[in-house]
């Protein structure tokens, strides 16, 4: 199985954009849903976005609007483009896949309803 491994990060300025990528097998492509999470040193794993095989896709609160979650299904590529970023968007962010059902039916951003994890890519957003 290719591990997953984030890309795309980096620093820019308040109201600037980023993609983030996550490579992955076709397997999982066509098996799982995936997700991206983020943390900050000191605080619990936050679910970002979510897009499960059917496309469906959901968002934290604090980022509707500003930020899709996408896959690029020939590619097995995982994105999240990030627009409007804002300093309190800054952490590390983790691409994670699942392959329970029940997870992918209730469209979750558990981070316990995910196995499979990258090591994750720095964003820094400052003022």
């Known amino acids: 199985q290719v591990p997953l491994v984030e890309s795309g990060g980096g620093s820019v300025q308040s109201g600037g954009s980023l993609r983030l990528s996550c490579p992955a097998s076709?397997?999982?492509?066509?098996?799982?849903?995936m997700a991206w999470f983020r943390q900050v040193p000191g605080k619990e794993r936050e679910g970002v976005a979510v897009?499960?095989?059917?496309?469906?896709?959901d968002y934290a609160d604090s980022v509707k609007g500003r930020f899709t979650i996408s896959k690029d299904n020939a590619k097995n590529i995982l994105y999240l483009q990030m627009n409007s970023l804002k300093p309190e968007d800054s952490a590390m962010y983790y691409c994670?896949?699942?392959?329970?059902?029940?997870?992918?039916?209730?469209?979750?951003?558990?981070?316990?309803?995910?196995?499979?994890w990258g090591q994750g890519t720095q964003v820094t957003v400052s003022s």
């Open positions: 076709a397997f999982t492509f066509r098996r799982d849903c």
């Open positions: 994670a896949s699942t392959s329970k059902l029940w997870a992918c039916a209730d469209v979750s951003l558990r981070p316990d309803d995910y196995g499979s």
């Open positions: 897009i499960t095989t059917s496309d469906v896709t």
